[in-house]
């Protein structure tokens, strides 16, 4: 009951930030392109809950957009990874031999390589495109899904009904599509969630950087990436409230994973 309860909360704060990086930029939007001197740097107050920028926009709504851009490459990368996981993981662990071999060889060979740095070559390569951050998390994402995934069928490969499925001549594709599949996408949607968690810390690091979204795309790393300097003349706003936007999404997120991992009946 305790973690049914958790994965409600957790969802609700989920539906809560998501709402806020939607609902804001409609209801207050700016243009990132206009330039009001005389109301920048200005603290957090009625007028502007968050502060302004150095440009004068609302910092408020500039956090909004900046968590809905991260939130939108983050959930295409968790998507995209848990189907490329799915499929390599179904693969090694319902066909075996030379497809596990294969499979798990490949996720061997992309875990050795650190993911920031391959991220970043790929990025660097493509800089300020979305489907190269997008492919590059991706590809530094999957692994995880397909080891989970794979694991999790190896429990179910010898079960007695696959035996009988096997025995009355079904294809192997067909006894995937049956029974594995069912199994494999409880799991592969717990990770699916968490890797939303993951790969907003890892865009933010990348714009973070200087080498993801240009600067004049808000997301939540161009905005840490902007307060540096800022912080050092005290206006310590433009670091809190996009900071906290990364802890409070990620910690919604992985509460959420973690409750529907304790509980997987939450999924149905």
């Known amino acids: 009951m305790a973690d049914h309860r958790a994965a ?3 969802g609700v704060a989920v539906v809560i930030l998501a709402a806020y990086a939607i609902v804001t930029p409609l209801v207050h939007p700016i243009d990132e392109a206009v330039t009001d001197f ?11 809950w968050f502060g302004t920028d150095t440009s004068g926009r609302d ?5 909004a957009m900046g968590m ?10 968790a998507v995209l990874s848990t189907i490329v996981g799915l499929v390599v993981g179904i693969a090694a662990g319902a066909f075996g031999g030379w497809w596990d071999r294969i499979g798990m060889r490949v996720a061997d060979a992309m875990t050795a390589i650190p993911s920031l740095l391959l991220s970043l070559l790929i990025v660097t390569l493509f ?3 979305l ?3 997008v492919v590059s998390l991706v590809l530094t994402h999957w692994t995880a899904t397909a080891r989970v995934v794979r694991a999790e069928l190896l429990s179910v490969r010898n079960a007695e009904y696959v035996e009988v499925a096997r025995l009355r001549g079904l294809p192997m594709t067909r006894i995937a599509r049956i029974h594995f599949l069912p199994v494999a996408a ?4 717990v990770a699916a969630v968490l890797l939303v968690a993951h790969a907003v810390w890892h865009e933010s690091t990348l714009s973070f950087l200087g080498v993801g979204l240009p600067p004049h795309q808000a997301s939540l790393g161009t905005l840490l990436a902007e307060s540096g300097e800022a912080l050092l003349l005290g206006h310590w706003w433009r670091l809190v409230f996009p900071a906290g936007a990364i802890v409070a999404v990620t ?4 509460a959420l994973g973690r409750s529907l991992t304790r509980r997987p009946e939450v999924l149905s």
């Open 59 to 63: 910092l408020f709504t500039l956090v």
């Open 127 to 129: 800089r300020g495109s």
């Open 186 to 189: 409880g799991q592969a949607g």
């Open 251 to 254: 910690l919604a997120l992985s």
């Open 38 to 48: 005389a109301a920048s740097d200005q603290g957090p107050g009625a007028g502007n």
């Open 8 to 10: 409600k909360i957790a």
């Open 68 to 77: 809905r851009v991260s939130l939108g490459i983050s959930l295409a990368t």
């Open 131 to 133: 489907v190269a951050i």
